[in-house]
């Protein structure tokens, strides 16, 4: 494979940035700034050891916008992100699939995450997460913590109409967390992790409620919710509705993925606006809040400039890793067929041409400017799938935090290992707030 066409980028020339403050933008526990400064010199197709993995790193807007417009020139499969989900969630898992079995799955379940799917049930997702925040008031809690248990439980409630016990949510959202964030660690360590037998309950716990939730379904009442959308799902081409397997994946999807992306971008979000004019201004544009008033963001200018700049500054998910299943030309360099591709997409959110001050925590930009909307949830057919449902919960849960209660938070975000007896341990977001009911 002959990549002597492409520069090599030292990681000793970019700045370590171990700094907790989340405006001090990092991408890799480096400086923002000095990776411009790199791609600046290097131009947008380098090459660079990530993680232990020799890949081609490709960067910057036009970088993105080349790689997203040629799907079938990639492959996810054969990464280590494709061999996590192939090992944790089986071989057909969404997330490790290419070409034409990831385009069936994907048209198959994406229904149940579309905005009418969403918008279905959003006042009992809203007394849900209501009731959680009640139960709260006044007490130091880790509201990273608190936001993915009252999501999943606002999942289960609307998207699979199920009811489900305080263990047996516990149980949902601690494998979620073990999980995910288990893809943190190289494939070496993630088998020493999963092979724990606390972490191995989980997935059977889990796995055995998905299933449940399945043959319940198919052999009970129908529900008018996000599961009956996929249960027997055709496509116009023919293809092969979702079995039951899928279905149980499905499921999961519906009732706890992603809870952890909405909260990652919240925290940095509510620690970033805390004491500053944005929360007034805020408030008053939320008078009268309703729930069903949450159709769209046209009404809610400056809600929506506050998640658009996280969503630019804050992206849950840095690099995504693929290999090039063809040659393939990125702005001038050819990449030859099976090179692994470090996909830098957010790289492309701090770029000067395209957002004037990058690494300033702005949200004005988006009042008064026509810009580009980030890229914070990828591109292309492996967008994800779960950026419908953040780009509800985090506006509704904004609204329903601010309209009643002031919010302290001493120390901003931080991440810490999930399990500090056992190592090698993935890390979760901690931060702790106290929510304090306004006085009328």
Same mark, same amino acid.
């Given at each position: 494979?002959?990549?002597?066409?492409?520069?090599?980028?030292?990681?000793?020339?970019?700045?370590?940035?171990?700094?907790?403050?989340?405006?001090?933008?990092?991408?890799?526990?480096?400086?923002?700034?000095?990776?411009?400064?790199?791609?600046?010199?290097?131009?947008?197709?380098?090459?660079?050891?990530?993680?232990?993995?020799?890949?081609? @790193?490709?960067?910057?807007?036009?970088?993105?916008?080349?790689?997203?417009?040629?799907?079938?020139?990639?492959?996810?499969?054969?990464?280590?992100?494709?061999?996590?989900?192939?090992?944790?969630?089986?071989?057909?898992?969404?997330?490790?699939?290419?070409?034409?079995?990831?385009?069936?799955?994907?048209?198959?379940?994406?229904?149940?995450?579309?905005?009418?799917?969403?918008?279905? *049930?959003?006042?009992?997702?809203?007394?849900?997460?209501?009731?959680?925040?009640?139960?709260?008031?006044?007490?130091?809690?880790?509201?990273?913590?608190?936001?993915?248990?009252?999501?999943?439980?606002?999942?289960?409630?609307?998207?699979?109409?199920?009811?489900?016990?305080?263990?047996?949510?516990?149980?949902?959202?601690?494998?979620?967390?073990?999980?995910?964030?288990?893809?943190?660690?190289?494939?070496?360590?993630?088998?020493?992790?999963?092979?724990?037998?606390?972490?191995?309950?989980?997935?059977?716990?889990?796995?055995?409620?998905?299933?449940?939730?399945?043959?319940?379904?198919?052999?009970?009442?129908?529900?008018?919710?996000?599961?009956?959308?996929?249960?027997?799902?055709?496509?116009?081409?023919?293809?092969? =509705?979702?079995?039951?397997?899928?279905?149980?994946?499905? @499921?999961?999807?519906?009732?706890?993925?992603?809870?952890?992306?909405?909260?990652?971008?919240?925290?940095?979000?509510?620690?970033?606006?805390?004491?500053?004019?944005?929360? =007034?201004?805020?408030?008053?544009?939320?008078?009268?809040?309703?729930?069903?008033?949450?159709?769209?963001?046209?009404?809610?200018?400056?809600?929506?400039?506050?998640?658009?700049?996280?969503?630019?500054?804050?992206?849950?998910?840095?690099?995504?890793?693929?290999?090039?299943?063809?040659?393939?030309?990125?702005?001038?360099?050819?990449?030859?067929?099976?090179?692994?591709?470090?996909?830098?997409?957010?790289?492309?959110?701090?770029?000067?041409?395209?957002?004037?001050?990058?690494?300033?925590?702005?949200?004005?930009?988006?009042?008064?400017? *026509?810009?580009?909307?980030?890229?914070?949830?990828?591109?292309?057919?492996?967008?994800?799938?779960?950026?419908?449902?953040?780009?509800?919960?985090?506006?509704?849960?904004?609204?329903?935090?601010?309209?009643?209660? *002031?919010?302290?938070?001493?120390? =901003?975000?931080?991440?810490?290992?999930?399990?500090?007896?056992?190592?090698?341990?993935?890390?979760?977001?901690?931060?702790?707030?106290?929510?304090?009911?306004?006085?009328?």
């Amino acid at each position: 494979m002959n990549l002597a066409h492409i520069p090599k980028l030292d990681l000793n020339l970019l700045e370590q940035n171990n700094n907790p403050e989340p405006t001090d933008f990092k991408i890799l526990g480096y400086s923002v700034n000095s990776w411009l400064k790199q791609v600046d010199r290097l131009g947008p197709v380098f090459q660079a050891n990530l993680d232990g993995n020799d890949s081609v @790193v490709i960067a910057t807007a036009q970088a993105n916008a080349q790689a997203w417009k040629t799907p079938s020139g990639w492959a996810y499969r054969p990464t280590d992100a494709g061999t996590f989900f192939r090992n944790q969630m089986g071989n057909d898992h969404i997330s490790a699939l290419d070409g034409e079995p990831h385009r069936r799955l994907r048209k198959l379940v994406l229904p149940g995450f579309g905005a009418a799917a969403l918008q279905r *049930d959003i006042k009992i997702a809203a007394d849900t997460i209501t009731s959680g925040f009640a139960d709260l008031a006044g007490q130091s809690t880790n509201i990273h913590e608190t936001l993915c248990r009252l999501y999943a439980q606002s999942f289960t409630k609307t998207q699979i109409k199920v009811d489900i016990s305080e263990a047996q949510l516990a149980v949902l959202n601690r494998f979620e967390e073990e999980f995910i964030n288990g893809l943190q660690l190289s494939l070496a360590d993630q088998a020493k992790w999963f092979q724990r037998d606390k972490y191995q309950q989980l997935r059977k716990e889990a796995f055995d409620y998905f299933n449940r939730v399945v043959l319940a379904r198919k052999s009970g009442e129908p529900k008018n919710d996000s599961l009956a959308i996929l249960l027997g799902r055709k496509l116009p081409d023919g293809s092969a =509705p979702l079995m039951d397997h899928e279905l149980a994946q499905a @499921v999961y999807f519906l009732s706890v993925a992603g809870v952890g992306n909405v909260a990652n971008l919240l925290c940095p979000l509510m620690w970033a606006i805390q004491g500053t004019e944005w929360i =007034p201004r805020l408030q008053d544009e939320l008078k009268g809040f309703t729930p069903q008033k949450l159709t769209g963001m046209k009404d809610f200018p400056i809600m929506r400039a506050l998640i658009t700049e996280a969503e630019r500054c804050f992206a849950p998910t840095e690099i995504v890793p693929k290999r090039t299943a063809v040659d393939i030309e990125i702005l001038g360099k050819n990449i030859p067929a099976n090179t692994l591709v470090s996909h830098l997409h957010v790289m492309s959110h701090f770029e000067a041409a395209r957002y004037p001050d990058p690494l300033k925590f702005k949200p004005e930009r988006w009042l008064s400017e *026509d810009l580009s909307k980030p890229n914070a949830f990828g591109g292309g057919k492996h967008m994800c799938l779960g950026m419908g449902v953040t780009r509800v919960y985090m506006p509704l849960t904004l609204a329903l935090i601010y309209t009643e209660y *002031d919010v302290e938070i001493t120390e =901003p975000p931080v991440s810490k290992s999930l399990e500090p007896d056992f190592e090698p341990a993935p890390r979760s977001t901690v931060m702790n707030t106290r929510l304090v009911r306004r006085q009328p």
